[in-house]
């Protein structure tokens, strides 16, 4: 089976509508396509590799993983220094003890609903992934560095040349993004299971804004989401990291390492179909990046559109490693 085989058969399965990939390694691209659609309903626009995805939770590690880790190797911060209670070590591999994840939106301000409603467990007892422990380094890198979206361009977007990377993307991008969920239904579902009542919900198609609802009522990111960006720029942020271009190799090699559970420094270790040394994240909407004895693998979709069904996309993305490390080394 090719790549693109594998990934037509799971569009027609309807695991998403639409795919954009990249692989490669430090020396350049190897292969970057795209297929199906990027926007399904109301009205159809293929995908393509010029396509922008809502990169959800691989926000963390490419754009707040790497600031909060440029603050520590300018020693502006050390890992054991704490902030609002935790350490940036907890906050970086979940060991915090917060919970999953607050619908911080319908709670007011989102530093006193998670002081206070926040903790689940004692600190460092086990990893739980949680959108909360980002949150907190967000506002942590406003107080360190200044406006977050400002400091992401000025330290990462530009320094790589990246053409396709944006926060808050602007509206005649739109033919160019993958929509993602028709309403605000998968938290609506979340907050009813909470009995948390909030009237602020998104009833249209979500087109160019962050389908993350707590980054987008913070005004389109909170540090665990909000990226936008090609497959292409993922790749090249990914490269930034295994060259130490953004992050000094000491502390990649630091970040990249089990600390906690199966997490590193703001990275997941070992994934789907890859070895245990490898190391990269994933996002709610379809998206991934793991990065493999140099070689670099990014899986972008939007498999929330039109809406957010479940479906087993960890398995999906072991095949694409496998079938991608088949056919392209």
Known sequence: MTL???????????SFPGVSYAIGTVEGIERAEALGTAVAVPL?????????????????????????????????????DEYRGYTFRELLTHSSGLKAWLPLYAMGDYLAAIEKEGREGPRG?????????????????NEIYGDYVRVARERIFAPLGLKDAYFHPPAVLRPRIAATEWGQQFEYGMCASRSVIFTGFRQGLMWGETNDGNSFHAGGTCGNAGLFATARDVLRIAQGWLTGELVPRELVEEATRVRTGDRGLAWQIGGPGLSPRSFGHMGFTGTSVWMDEGRIFVLLTNRVHPCAAPIAMSKIRGEFHRVASSTTS
């Open 4 to 14: 693109d085989s594998f990934l037509e058969r799971e569009i027609a399965l309807g």
């Open 44 to 80: 159809r626009i293929r995908a393509t590799p010029d396509t922008i995805y809502d990169c959800a939770s691989i926000t963390k590690p490419l754009i707040t993983g790497t600031l909060v880790l440029q603050a520590v190797a300018e020693e502006r911060i050390g890992l054991d």
């Open 125 to 141: 007892s086990a990893v739980v992934y949680s959108d909360l422990n980002f949150i907190l380094l967000y506002y942590a890198l």
